[in-house]
C-alpha cells in the first residue's frame, strides 16, 4: 500500500516491511457503525468474547475479508493504546469491484475475518517534526498518527482536505479541544488554489521534518510535485489506497516466467497476471488488493527485467529489479526468472 510517485521516493524497510510470512485470520464482530461522513461509515471491530487484539502502531492496515475471495485493506484509525478494538473507515466508491459495496451493507453484530495489523506507512522516529497531509479518505492513516503523536506530546500538524464539512470524516474528533489546534480543515479549494496552498506550506522545510499524505492520486501527485524541491527522498512517506490506472492499462505482451527453484517455465499471455498463471499450474502465491497496493505477492527477480506497474514498490526499488508485484506486473524482457 506504499510507494513512491514522481520524484519524491517513500524510504521504507525491504527487510521489516516486506517480509513475507504466512497471514493468519482472526474473526471479530462488527460492534458499532457510524455514519462519518457522506459516504463514509466507520466500523468498530472487536474481538467475539472481548479482550484485547493485536497490538499495532499508527498507520497499519489491516486485511478485511468482506466476501468470498475478496480481500480488502483499510488503514487503523485508532489512537494509542485502544486494544480492545479496531477503528476503520469506508467510503462507498461508486466505481466499487465490491469492497466498499460489502462493507456499507454490515450490520452491527456481523463476524467478519481480518488479518492482524501490518504496517507499511509508519512514523519515522527520527523526525523532530511530522506533517501529515490528508485527502478525503486518505484521512483514516493520518487520524491514528495524529492521535499518537498528540499523545506523545510530539511536534506534529495535520491538513485535511475535503469536499466540505459534510464531506469531512471524524469532523467532531479533528476539530475537538484535544486536536483542534494542531489541525487545519480546508474544504472545496479548486485545483489552482490548492496548488498554491501546497507551494506555502511545502515551500521551506523545517529542519529534520517529515512528510506523510495519503488520498486520491492527483492529490498525491500533487503534493509530491509541490514537495520535491525542498524535501529530500528520505523524508517524504506516502500511501495510496488504489492502483494507478494508467500503469494498468499499460501495453501489454506475452512473456515467458521460470521458477528457479523447480526450474518450470511458463507462458503469461497479455492480460493475464503472473499469479493467475502460476495459481493454474500449482504454485499460487499469495495476494490480497490483487492492484498492487498492499504488498502481499512481494517475490524476487532473479534475472530479467521487471515492467513495474505497482504503486507500492519506491523508485529506487524498482530501479533495483530484484522484486516484483506479480498481481499486477510484467516483463519488459522476454523471460523473467522468480525467486519461487
Known amino acids: ?51 484485547a487484539l493485536p497490538a499495532f502502531t499508527p498507520g497499519s492496515h489491516i486485511d478485511v475479508h468482506v466476501g468470498a475471495g475478496l480481500v480488502r485493506q483499510y488503514s487503523l484509525c485508532n ?43 509508519a512514523l519515522d522516529p527520527s523526525a523532530r517534526r511530522h506533517v501529515l497531509l490528508g485527502g478525503g479518505i486518505g484521512i483514516t492513516p493520518l487520524l491514528s498518527m495524529a492521535q499518537h503523536l498528540q499523545a506523545g506530546n510530539a511536534s506534529f500538524e495535520l491538513h485535511y482536505f475535503s469536499r466540505s464539512a459534510a464531506h469531512t470524516a471524524f469532523h467532531s474528533l479533528l476539530s475537538g479541544p484535544e486536536l483542534k489546534d494542531r489541525v487545519t480543515l480546508n474544504h472545496g479549494f479548486d485545483p489552482d ?22 488520498g486520491p492520486q492527483a492529490f498525491m501527485e500533487l503534493i509530491a510535485s509541490c514537495a520535491a524541491p525542498s524535501w529530500p527522498p528520505d523524508s517524504v512517506h506516502l500511501e495510496y489506497f488504489a492502483a494507478d ?8 505482451q506475452e512473456f515467458r516466467i521460470r521458477l528457479a527453484k523447480s526450474g518450470a517455465t511458463y507462458a503469461i499471455p497479455a492480460g493475464v497476471p503472473i499469479t493467475e498463471v502460476l495459481a493454474a499450474h500449482g504454485c499460487a502465491i499469495e495476494t490480497s488488493c490483487e492492484q498492487g497496493v498492499c ?37 519488459k524482457t522476454a523471460l523473467l526468472v522468480l525467486d519461487l
Open 193 to 214: 488554489a490548492l496548488r498554491a496552498y501546497l507551494q506555502r506550506l511545502l515551500g521551506q522545510r523545517a529542519d529534520g521534518a517529515h512528510l506523510y499524505f495519503c
Open 245 to 252: 490506472p494508467a500503469a494498468l492499462a499499460g501495453p501489454q
Open 79 to 121: 489512537g494509542p493504546g485502544e486494544r480492545d478494538g479496531y477503528l476503520i473507515a469506508v467510503k462507498r466508491e461508486p466505481e466499487s469491484r465490491g469492497g466498499s459495496r460489502g462493507m456499507h451493507a454490515l450490520q452491527e453484530g456481523d463476524a467478519i475475518a481480518i488479518s492482524a495489523p501490518r504496517n507499511n506507512f
Open 295 to 331: 504488498g502481499t505477492c512481494l517475490t524476487g527477480v532473479l534475472d530479467g527485467v521487471p515492467d513495474h506497474r505497482d504503486v507500492y514498490l519506491t523508485d529506487a526499488e524498482k530501479s533495483a529489479g530484484n522484486k516484483i508485484l506479480p498481481c499486477v506486473s510484467r516483463a
Open 1 to 51: 500500500m506504499s510507494a513512491a510517485i514522481g520524484p519524491a521516493s517513500a524510504r521504507r524497510s525491504l527487510t521489516t516491511m516486506k517480509s513475507k510470512s504466512i497471514m493468519t485470520t482472526l474473526t471479530v464482530k462488527v460492534k458499532q457503525i457510524q455514519q462519518q461522513a457522506l459516504d463514509i461509515k466507520s466500523f468498530l471491530l472487536v474481538g467475539p468474547e472481548g479482550g
